[in-house]
């Protein structure tokens, strides 16, 4: 799992069948010190996350696993809210 | 999930049997600015996606979780047309207006 800040929304109406319910949004990883780490990708919600907010991800196969339908092409999900994280003794903002 | 826009189709007559039967699109991939990028991908089609089509792709073992894909050689597979998205607020990309 890595943590990133949500930055955008994607709308699809024709999505595959099983996740048409479920939020996509940008995400922007992020590494120790809250700074932007490599080229953002889109996940799906899960937690009701909007832009802005610090969140957690995880990616690959185990991302379909966090959607309400398990059997989906899904290769990234966002799993939770970061209230705080904490790194080398120094918090870690969005 | 990446987004790309699709630019050309695959025809291979001789192939795993396996994916026989499977659309192969290319999709060139667009990041979160909606910049095309050097980066090309072979993906099956789960959505009836069309040319010039923006789409959202899984890759990896993700890309096998569909009826189409399942226990085959995919490693990527389109699952969404995308309608628009915006970021920070901004609309970037907006599917009926282009």
Redesign the interface.
């Known amino acids: 799992m890595y943590l990133a800040r949500v930055t955008g929304r994607v709308v699809a109406t024709h999505k595959y069948e099983g996740i048409e319910g479920v939020p996509l949004q940008w995400i922007q990883p992020l590494d120790e010190r809250g700074e932007d780490m490599g080229a953002q990708l889109v996940a799906c919600s899960v937690v009701g996350t909007g832009p802005g907010d610090l969140v957690h991800f995880v990616d690959g196969r185990e991302a379909a696993l966090a959607c309400p339908e398990t059997f989906v092409p899904v290769d990234a999900a966002i799993i939770g809210f970061v209230e705080q994280a904490v790194a080398n003794g120094a918090r870690i903002r969005s | 999930?990446?987004?790309g826009k699709v630019v050309g189709s695959v025809v291979a007559t001789r192939k795993d049997e396996k994916i026989e039967g499977r659309k192969l699109l290319v999709v060139q991939v667009h990041?979160?600015r909606n910049e095309p990028q050097e980066q090309y991908v072979v993906a099956v089609d789960?959505?009836?996606a069309g040319a010039g089509d923006m789409v959202?792709f899984?890759?990896?073992?993700?890309?096998?979780?569909?009826e189409l894909?399942e226990g085959r050689p995919v490693d990527a597979?389109i699952?969404?047309?995308?309608?628009?998205?915006?970021?920070?607020?901004a609309n970037?990309y907006e599917k009926w207006t282009r």
């Open positions: 999930m990446l987004i990041n979160q789960a959505v009836q959202l899984a890759t990896g073992s993700s890309a096998r979780q569909t894909t597979v699952m969404a047309v995308v309608d628009s998205w915006d970021l920070g607020g970037v």
